[in-house]
């Protein structure tokens, strides 16, 4: 019967994780050539990354684009470096992996929990897998966390924050799933700590 739950929980996970992930991670809008992240793509040839272009900016007719565009370069020009650093500095939240993060991690747990189950993978094997990946998650969100610490103490502004936030972040939320898995794993021992309490 346990198996049969863990089945259903991944069929109704998969097409969660199959989720549209967001078209740019960092919230950057119009983000000039070269680009601000590793993930600059430029299909269309107008100098902005593919990922960071409103989907209205598609729309509009070529005089009004060639006009808007005249009046952008001349903008950029004086002002690229304070527009930069702004975008740079402001990313939000809900432009992480969250969902997608959260239900890839778990079916790969659910995955692993039913090989268990099923005899196919050992329980130090099944125990040692996820100790490693809650171990490794928190490192790389540590690590993470002190760079970010240290640009915002000595108030460095480079494109790497972006990034660097942004993998912080992610690394932070396979942590937490992580934890919640540990967990699991370890509910007789959680319970044990909650009855002395």
């Not at 969250?98 to 005899?119: A, K």
């Amino acid at each position: 019967m346990k198996k049969l739950y863990v089945v259903l929980l991944i069929a109704l996970l998969t097409p969660i994780a199959v989720y549209a992930w967001n078209d740019c991670p960092y919230g950057l809008l119009n983000d000039p050539f070269p680009g601000q992240c590793p993930r600059y793509v430029d299909t269309n040839q107008d100098n902005l990354c593919d990922h960071s272009e409103s989907p209205s900016s598609g729309t509009l007719t070529n005089s009004s684009t060639t006009q808007s565009n005249d009046s952008i370069n001349s903008k950029n020009n004086s002002n690229s470096s304070f527009s930069d650093i702004q975008n740079a500095s402001s990313v939000p939240p809900e432009n992480y992996n969250l969902i997608p993060l959260i239900t890839t991690t778990l079916i790969i747990y659910l995955i692993t929990y039913l090989l268990y189950l099923e005899n196919h993978l050992k329980r130090s094997i099944y125990y040692s897998i996820w100790k490693y990946v809650l171990m490794v998650s928190f490192i790389l969100t540590g690590v993470t966390g002190l760079i970010l610490g240290i640009f915002i103490n000595y108030g460095i502004q480079t494109s790497w924050n972006l990034t660097i936030d942004f993998w912080h972040a992610e690394f932070a939320i396979i942590m937490a799933v992580s934890t919640l898995t540990h967990i699991h794993l370890y509910w007789k021992q959680v319970k044990k700590v909650f009855k002395i309490i």
